[in-house]
């Protein structure tokens, strides 16, 4: 599955067949806040989280920390 990070923490929407779709609200200025996203799915692999339609890897696997 591909999640891309694109506001509540949980998918909008299935963009295609196994993508995802999660947004955030971005603020630079914001003092910085831990997020974890996760995926609940009982796969175990293939699951790629990316940052918008670059194509960015941000991670793998079925949970995500940025901060």
């Not at 923490?9 to 806040?33: F, H, Q």
């Not at 974890?36 to 990316?50: F, K, N, Q």
């Amino acid at each position: 599955s591909l999640v891309f990070l694109a506001s509540p923490l949980m998918a909008i929407w299935e963009l295609k067949k196994d993508v995802y779709v999660v947004e955030l609200d971005w603020y630079p200025d914001a003092p910085g806040e831990m997020v974890v996203l996760t995926c609940d799915t009982p796969e175990e692999d293939g699951i790629t989280w990316t940052l918008d339609q670059s194509g960015e890897v941000l991670g793998s696997g079925k949970t995500l920390t940025i901060q």
